[in-house]
């Protein structure tokens, strides 16, 4: 709601009675109350006919010829000569929670009609905000608590379940900060420099703190900012944006520190099959590269980012991509295609923020399809080191010494192969003993 740009008000009058203008002050066409004060009729005179206003609202006598009939030089100052001789009470402007008439002391502090008809005072304004930020606080813990359901009954249940939800627990435990057990985003999701998150794409990784609540690995918690949700109405949250979220481990009867330390034992020990690991590799490789290009288009050339929808279609398109092109040529590729973007873009100029982020992740899947159709042969010439390489590297962390070769495989996705990962076929074999 609008507040009156006020110096000072007036209370209710005694007794309960309808605010108003103090009793004394003259009533002038247009709602302004004056009050005279001191002596000086020529000053009284001036008041009344700068603050006069007619029946539509405007004011009556311009306040240079008022300036000049009293020998003021400037028509900026002429409030400010006034105020010492009379003081303006603005009724129509009558603060709608508290009763309070606020003073005017210029004529640009005057609220237009459709101000008036929201108007409240600063005092009220800031009560109200208070008001609601604890209904919503209260919000925000009722709607945590329909997240409350089953949890995995332990840590090697987590370690030997989907190798990228229990790789995304492990990134996030290891990386807490705080004196609490609370999770929260800040301490491992840095959007836009590509040191950390899950998945190093926003939407991809967003997606991926849906599944870890969704399957009971984390819950939200109601110390969560209520800014990670949107509102409906004032108390009611609608959507959550999960990278904007503080979480808790269902798993209470460990610190999250003695969780990581417990998940990334139980990673040691586990049975890895290629598979598991080839899938978990490509799908960081594609989605290297589809965060690569989001991040060109943002922060190299001040364009959006990707939306989610050609985030994850491009993401998509990668995958298979992944056992044929390196990370650099990925990366090579991006560029052509944020320049494909804004090319494109700059030819046919439209409203929409996202077009030449979204003409480049067209363009960049094209060329993944139908690699004949890529202009530029260099991807293929050269092998570049990626500049996106740190969650690849924690990949190599992760898998804790089941894959060899791995600076090799930074490189190269190709290199990759069953060949430089230590398996293990039979539990409790010689081969199963941790690295």
């Not at 010829?65 to 009379?86: F, K, Q, S």
Request: charged share 20%.
């Amino acid at each position: 709601m609008a507040a009156s740009n006020t110096s000072e008000e007036t209370n209710l009058a005694p007794g309960g009675a309808a605010p108003g203008p103090p009793t004394g002050a003259q009533m002038l066409p247009g709602g302004i109350g004056l009050e005279l004060l001191g002596a000086d009729d020529a000053m009284h005179r001036a008041a009344a006919a700068y603050w006069e206003r007619d029946a539509r609202g405007r004011w009556v006598h311009a306040a240079g010829e008022i300036a000049a009939d009293i020998g003021v030089e400037h028509a900026t100052v002429l409030a400010a000569v006034l105020r010492p001789h009379a003081l303006a009470h603005d009724a129509a402007s009558t603060c709608l929670s508290c009763g309070r008439v606020p003073t005017v002391t210029s004529r640009s502090e005057v609220l237009s009609p459709k101000q008036r008809a929201t108007a409240v005072c600063e005092t009220c304004s800031a009560a109200n905000a208070g008001t609601r930020e604890i209904a919503r606080r209260s919000a925000v813990a009722e709607w945590c608590r329909g997240f409350d359901r089953p949890a995995p009954s332990s840590i090697e249940q987590i370690a030997a379940g989907e190798p990228l939800l229990a790789w995304a627990m492990l990134a996030i435990c290891a990386s807490h900060r705080g004196q609490d057990e609370v999770l929260r985003a800040e301490d491992w999701a840095r959007d836009g420099e590509g040191e950390q998150g899950l998945y190093g794409e926003r939407h991809l990784d967003e997606r991926l703190l849906r599944r870890l609540v969704a399957d009971g690995f984390l819950r939200p918690d109601p110390s969560s900012p209520t800014t990670a949700l949107t509102w409906d109405a004032e108390t009611l949250p609608g959507q959550w944006h999960p990278a904007q979220l503080h979480y808790t481990l269902p798993q209470s009867a460990m610190t999250v520190q003695e969780t990581a330390t417990a998940l990334r034992d139980a990673l040691r020990s586990r049975v890895w099959h290629e598979a598991e690991l080839l899938d978990l590799w490509h799908g960081i490789v594609a989605a290297d590269a589809t965060a690569n290009l989001s991040k060109l288009m943002a922060h190299r050339y001040g364009q959006a980012p990707l939306p989610a929808h050609h985030a994850f279609e491009l993401y998509g398109k990668l995958l298979p991509a992944g056992t044929t092109l390196t990370p650099g040529q990925l990366t090579s590729m991006g560029w052509s295609a944020a320049k494909h973007g804004l090319a494109w873009d700059k030819r046919t100029p439209g409203t929409n923020p996202t077009r030449a982020a979204k003409a480049a992740a067209t363009s960049m899947a094209s060329w993944i399809e139908e690699p004949g159709r890529y202009p530029h042969e260099s991807y293929k010439r050269a092998v570049l080191t990626n500049p996106w390489s740190k969650i690849a590297t924690r990949f190599f962390n992760f898998t804790l010494g089941h894959v060899s070769a791995a600076q090799d495989c930074l490189v190269d996705p190709q290199r990759l192969t069953g060949e430089h990962l230590h398996l293990r076929d039979q539990p409790g074999s010689a081969a199963d003993t941790p690295n």
